[in-house]
């Protein structure tokens, strides 16, 4: 069983997948996507969405725990993905993922992500480009939902994945409509399986052990990708692999600290704020003590007072 963390634009940054795969063994790491539009993107771009590309080397792109790292990239025209795809792969990263299941309206009007699962062909006329532009022992991965206003394509898009020689295929179980409203429709991802033969990881709703192994059984997946429950209990990875219990709010409390000691040196400064009461915001799902912090936090503003608020505490 992998389990693999997975991409959430504006949160999961370089850091925090730093802090995570210390804590919790995952098996890969999924970037936020980068956007293609008409133009392959330079390699300073590249490096600010994946700073790890610059460490890659002969075992790959990984995070400081060893965690291999892929870069995802959206966008809706074969031939840029294409060229960027092979940039990326020069660049180091651990195979291409491409994201099809991107739901923020600013995204889907400009034709990037869930929107495209309108439309089969496109699907595969991108996912064939990437292929056909990378080396043949590339990893080309693709992640969907299961459709965009109802489920009506869901197969198809799977299909045509997997028809245009992608290697793997994450599938989030809701449609874009469905946003992330509970609940995910985990046996659509079995019908989905049932009808492709490259390996299918299974993502939505799963917070904990229990959720994990109710996917497992209900999807029919040996992988599975976790976004937010990973941000509510930090060593969700190691806990649904059974080698290690809940980590105690006093070992959550550190990483809060070594968080802001990543967050509050550099040009990131001035995201930390939002940053960690965003997370808060997460870690209260399990953890009442964070409530509390984020509650005595709520009104500050600069980093230097919530840095001294963490300190104290």
């Not at 206003?149 to 299909?159: G, P, R, T, V, Y």
């Not at 989905?192 to 799963?206: F, H, L, T």
């Not at 953890?287 to 840095?307: H, P, V």
Request: charged share 25%.
């Amino acid at each position: 069983m992998r389990v693999v963390l997975a991409p959430m634009e504006g949160v999961l940054d370089h850091l925090m997948r730093d802090l995570l795969t210390r804590v919790g063994n995952y098996d890969l790491c999924v970037t936020e996507f980068v956007r293609v539009v008409d133009q392959v993107i330079s390699e300073r771009a590249f490096y600010r969405y994946c700073p790890e590309l610059k460490e890659a080397d002969a075992y790959g792109c990984t995070t400081p725990a060893g965690t291999p790292v892929r870069v995802q990239l959206l966008g809706q025209y074969p031939q840029y993905m294409a060229e960027n795809a092979a940039k990326v792969i020069e660049l180091g990263s651990s195979g291409v993922d491409i994201n099809f299941g991107c739901p923020a309206k600013t995204v889907n009007k400009s034709r990037g992500g869930a929107i495209l699962l309108k439309d089969p062909d496109n699907l595969y006329q991108i996912v064939k480009a990437v292929k056909e532009a990378v080396p043949a022992d590339t990893i080309v991965s693709a992640k969907i939902r299961l459709g965009y206003e109802d489920k009506s394509l869901a197969i198809e898009n799977a299909q045509a994945v997997e028809a245009a020689g992608a290697n793997q295929l994450t599938v989030h179980a809701r449609t874009k409509l469905e946003g992330y409203k509970p609940p995910a429709h985990w046996h659509w991802i079995a019908k989905i399986k049932n009808e492709i033969s490259i390996p299918v990881i299974a993502n939505g709703d799963i917070w904990s052990l229990e959720d994990a192994e109710k996917c497992r059984e209900v999807s029919g997946c040996k992988d599975i990708m976790v976004g937010r429950g990973a941000l509510t209990i930090p060593n969700l990875g190691k806990v649904i692999k059974q080698e290690s219990e809940v980590m105690p709010w006093l070992e959550v409390q550190r990483l809060l600290l070594a968080y802001t000691e990543f967050e509050t040196h550099g040009d990131k400064s001035k995201y930390y704020p939002n940053r960690i009461k965003q997370w808060l915001k997460y870690l209260k799902n399990h953890y009442s003590q964070a409530g509390d912090l984020f509650s005595e936090i709520r009104t500050l503003k600069t980093a230097a007072d919530i840095s001294t608020a963490l300190i104290s505490e």
